[in-house]
């Protein structure tokens, strides 16, 4: 499976910003999809997941409320709606697809370019 990002920019905290997933090559056993991101200085952290077939989702407390996380299985996308953006949210973003188990999002080793993301303060 290869993985594209895209949507990445520069803004300013409290606007919004929408990246885009695409998947493509073998994606018809694609389970569960999920974003990271990586700041400077620290390791990657998962954002939100999305079990491929439902609608069941996990966010980190850090974005809850302000993230969504969806996909279009008709289209291999998924897409990550960020609003009321804050400078801690500066990072590079990564498109992940992994295994949903037990209500957990374990990440498989295929991931993205990245697309970078910076909130100015």
């Known amino acids: 499976v290869h993985l594209v990002e895209s949507g990445g920019g520069l803004v300013q905290a409290g606007d919004s910003l929408r990246l885009a997933c695409a998947a493509s090559g073998s994606t018809y056993d694609i389970t569960a999809m999920g974003w990271y991101r990586q700041a400077p200085g620290k390791q990657r952290e998962l954002v939100a997941a999305?079990?491929?077939?439902?609608?069941?989702?996990i966010y980190a407390d850090s974005v809850k409320g302000r993230f969504t996380i969806s996909r279009d299985n008709a289209k291999n996308m998924m897409f990550l709606q960020m609003d009321s953006l804050k400078s801690a949210d500066t990072a590079v973003y990564y498109c992940n697809i992994g295994l949903w188990l037990s209500n957990t999002y374990l990440p498989y080793d295929t991931w993205g370019q990245g697309t970078q993301v910076t909130v100015s303060s």
């Open positions: 999305i079990l491929s077939r439902s609608d069941r989702t």
